[in-house]
């Protein structure tokens, strides 16, 4: 019998894709031989995944999970929406935010992690592949805490609880009533969730960004033929402009259509009677910056009719 090394392992994981302790399974099974592992796996439908790890996945669930004080967002991705309907899809992505609170948001660490059941979570995502015969990827996660306060999450297109096609987490820090205060948490998450903003302040916008939008609203301003006194008052007011559209406390609060995002959290601290400081936000939208591959269904349909 050949040695189980690390090595023979990792050679079978690349050559089948395959989790780790599936391919500790096929060589302990096959006495370390290397070609009958890969049979092996194949028998058992586990070597399927490595077929399918090329093709696009950018459908899925955003998951959040929650505890009070600390909160996550993870995004598992699927080839089609029609997996997203799936139960036992859905059920995996809420057991993987479980795992990303103990893991701290940290999706490298959440896939080496333990999964209820003994495998770890990348292994049991391949044999999810297996099973449902799509490629699916633990893309990202994120969290936030606080000392005292609440984060609270909202999940916007969601087709169960805490599951959904845009989630957010809201982070505010204060001594107030905790039911009161997810409330005020609940309505802005909503609000973050229509606005997609950059940034919670604008001292936290990049840079470069400000730098690059300045020069772009300068030049703009400059085509306009006035004197640099008036361009450089066009130039603040264009950029206050910028700063409430992109900025979350500079922003017009969508559900009163008025009031900065800023002034709503002073007013609600004066009516829960203790001081709220929103100190972090986090949205994840579904497939955001994925390149989905563009089809042509008419060619298909050709080259499928030998045309």
Known sequence: MAEITAALVKELREKTGAGMMDCKKALNATSGEL????DWLRKQGLAAASKKAGRVAAEGLIGVATTGKDGVLVEVNSETDFVARNETFQEFVLKVADVALTANGDMEAVKTAAYPGGKTVADKLTELIGSIGENMQLRRAA??????????????????????????????????????????????????????????SIESLDKAAVERERNVLADQARASGKPEEIIAKMLEGRLRKFYEEVVLLEQ????????KVSKVIAEAAKTLGAPVKLVGFKRFALGEGIEKAQTDFAAEVAATAGH
């Open 35 to 38: 070609e009958p592992a890969v």
């Open 143 to 200: 969290k936030l805490s606080v000392g005292q306060g609440a984060v609270v999450s909202y999940v916007h297109s969601a087709v169960a609880p805490n599951l959904g096609k845009i989630g957010v987490l809201i982070a505010l820090e204060s001594t107030a009533d905790a039911d009161k205060l997810a409330t005020l948490g609940k309505q802005i998450a909503m609000h973050v969730a229509a606005t997609n903003p950059q940034s919670l």
């Open 252 to 259: 017009v609060y969508i559900i009163d259509g008025e009031s």
